[in-house]
């Protein structure tokens, strides 16, 4: 693989994360439990929304070109996307949604923060813009996590369950594969299991302070970043994709 194609793999994997994350909070709109956490909910995805535009630009330019980054987002299949599994779930009712931000924030914010200093300008720059906003994503889910975890029984019931849920995707964030190599060598990037041990203590933290127990089984699901995905993601691009596909070209 050269340079160049796993400097675009990459950027993909990174805005297809944003792109789906953001789909599936865009989903809230309209339907938040209060009228603040509504345009709250807006808003984090807006922030996806923005993240994954600049990287599907970066792509395109690796690209020549010769596809737009609406393209790019819009005009390909489920196993072309390489976003992790945990994204793509469902929204389940508020506090899954909150666990998913949760888990995925923590891990974007630590990311971001790795890749500022990545020898690829562009990517150092658009990393260090990300993780102001991921800061928030993250505090604003764990102050949610703690106020349900000790809530009611039936809020710490349903954040407990999100989290038996969801845990078992959260291996697939730190997979790797030959892109990785080959930005590791180049100093474009890092080794993404270095990330494991501070994101578990993290939201380990904050479960503590909510009282929940971390799932003790080992039935991981991976393949993501290999485009291999759960039956959810192709129902998200029918619906996210539909305009693109139904009136090719289309413009505002």
Same mark, same amino acid.
């Given at each position: $693989?050269?340079?160049? @194609?796993?400097?675009?793999?990459?950027?993909?994997?990174?805005?297809?994360?944003?792109?789906?994350?953001?789909?599936?909070?865009?989903? !809230?709109?309209?339907?938040?439990?209060?009228?603040?956490?509504?345009? +709250?909910?807006?808003?984090?995805?807006?922030?996806? /929304?923005?993240?994954?535009?600049?990287?599907?630009?970066?792509? @395109? @330019?690796?690209?020549?070109?010769?596809?737009?980054?609406?393209?790019?987002? /819009?005009?390909?299949?489920?196993?072309?996307?390489?976003?992790?599994?945990?994204?793509?779930? *469902?929204?389940?009712?508020?506090?899954?949604? $909150?666990?998913?931000?949760?888990?995925?924030?923590?891990?974007?914010?630590?990311?971001?923060?790795?890749?500022?200093?990545?020898?690829?300008?562009?990517?150092?720059?658009?990393?260090?813009?990300?993780?102001?906003?991921?800061?928030?994503?993250?505090?604003?889910? @764990?102050? !949610?996590?703690?106020?349900?975890?000790?809530?009611?029984?039936?809020?710490?019931?349903?954040?407990?369950?999100?989290?038996?849920?969801? !845990?078992? /995707?959260?291996? =697939?964030?730190?997979? $790797?594969?030959?892109?990785?190599?080959?930005?590791?060598? +180049?100093? $474009?990037?890092?080794?993404?299991? &270095?990330?494991?041990?501070?994101?578990? &203590?993290?939201?380990?933290?904050? /479960?503590?302070?909510?009282?929940?127990?971390? *799932?003790?089984?080992?039935? =991981?699901?991976?393949?993501?970043?290999?485009?291999?995905?759960?039956?959810?993601?192709?129902?998200?691009?029918?619906?996210?994709?539909?305009?693109?596909?139904?009136? *090719?070209?289309?413009? !505002?």
């Amino acid at each position: $693989m050269t340079l160049n @194609a796993a400097l675009y793999n990459f950027c993909l994997r990174i805005a297809d994360n944003n792109m789906i994350l953001g789909q599936r909070l865009a989903e !809230w709109c309209s339907k938040g439990p209060i009228l603040e956490e509504d345009i +709250a909910l807006t808003n984090l995805s807006l922030d996806l /929304f923005g993240e994954a535009e600049s990287f599907y630009e970066y792509a @395109a @330019a690796l690209d020549n070109h010769t596809k737009t980054a609406d393209d790019i987002a /819009f005009l390909r299949n489920e196993r072309q996307y390489f976003n992790f599994l945990i994204v793509e779930q *469902p929204n389940g009712d508020f506090a899954f949604t $909150m666990m998913k931000q949760l888990l995925y924030a923590c891990y974007a914010r630590l990311l971001y923060s790795r890749l500022s200093d990545s020898k690829d300008e562009r990517i150092s720059g658009l990393s260090a813009k990300a993780v102001k906003e991921m800061r928030y994503h993250f505090r604003h889910s @764990a102050e !949610w996590i703690i106020r349900l975890g000790q809530g009611t029984e039936l809020s710490k019931h349903k954040v407990q369950f999100a989290l038996d849920e969801l !845990w078992r /995707f959260t291996d =697939d964030m730190f997979e $790797m594969n030959e892109t990785d190599e080959v930005l590791i060598e +180049a100093g $474009m990037s890092f080794n993404i299991k &270095e990330l494991y041990a501070e994101w578990r &203590e993290q939201v380990g933290d904050i /479960f503590s302070q909510a009282s929940l127990e971390i *799932p003790e089984y080992h039935f =991981d699901i991976k393949g993501g970043i290999n485009g291999i995905h759960t039956e959810h993601l192709g129902h998200i691009l029918c619906e996210m994709q539909y305009l693109q596909r139904a009136h *090719p070209g289309a413009t !505002w």
